[in-house]
């Protein structure tokens, strides 16, 4: 009798939880983050205030559960990624591809991981741990498919001196290369963003692989 009744109400707390985060998530959008006050969360979520901070004792508490919400998205597209090939190579190149399509898809979670790294510093330890486990995640299958193409030839082993420095920097890479165009509006300049984007994964896959640079 208990653990049905132990079940049920996990459940109804996993949905309540899960209410907050999609109201803040409108709302945020709606109004941006500064304008939101708690009160527009609970009311969007049909919850009162006094059980809105059962939840999250403030706002930037929900911000990080939306964070959390953003870097599992990502490594769920790049789990995907890589079962879409069986090289270590391209599994990179899918990486990249499933990193610029979370920009282009879910561009509010793309900002909200970009402010994760100086958001764990302020969270309470629970929800730290949580972030920088998802961030790990990242890292884990980003190496993963360096150490499967260092195996199966496709890598570079006369260019990889670490596996978790060359992840560090492709990610990095390519991010930057991301936050450039999404500051300077490329697409009405000389190179569109989709274009630049794609030369730059080019760029990185070319610099670890084994075949020839021409």
């Not at 994760?116 to 510093?121: E, H, K, L, P, V």
């Not at 360096?146 to 199966?152: C, K, T």
Request: one cysteine or more.
């Amino acid at each position: 009798m208990n653990e049905p009744l132990k079940s049920r109400r996990e459940r109804e707390k996993q949905a309540r939880y899960d209410a907050i985060l999609d109201a803040a998530e409108l709302v945020f959008s709606e109004k941006g983050y500064d304008r939101t006050s708690m009160d527009d969360i609970a009311r969007t979520a049909s919850l009162s205030r006094a059980l809105l901070y059962v939840y999250f004792k403030d706002k930037a508490a929900i911000q990080r559960g939306i964070m959390l919400r953003a870097g599992q998205d990502l490594v769920t597209r790049f789990e995907r990624a890589m079962q879409a090939t069986d090289t270590g190579l391209g599994k990179i190149r899918a990486m990249g591809e499933a990193y610029y399509r979370f920009f282009v898809e879910a561009p509010d979670y793309f900002t909200a991981l970009t402010k994760a790294s100086t958001a764990i510093a302020d969270a309470e330890e629970d929800q730290a741990r949580e972030m920088l486990c998802s961030k790990n995640e990242l890292m884990v299958l980003m190496e993963a498919a360096i150490h499967l193409g260092l195996e199966d030839g496709t890598i570079s082993r006369d260019r990889i001196q670490s596996p978790a420095q060359t992840a560090l920097y492709l990610r990095g890479a390519l991010h930057g290369v991301i936050m450039l165009c999404q500051a300077e509006s490329t697409q009405a300049q000389e190179f569109p963003s989709e274009a630049l984007i794609r030369h730059t994964m080019d760029m990185l896959t070319r610099s670890i692989s084994s075949q020839p640079v021409h």
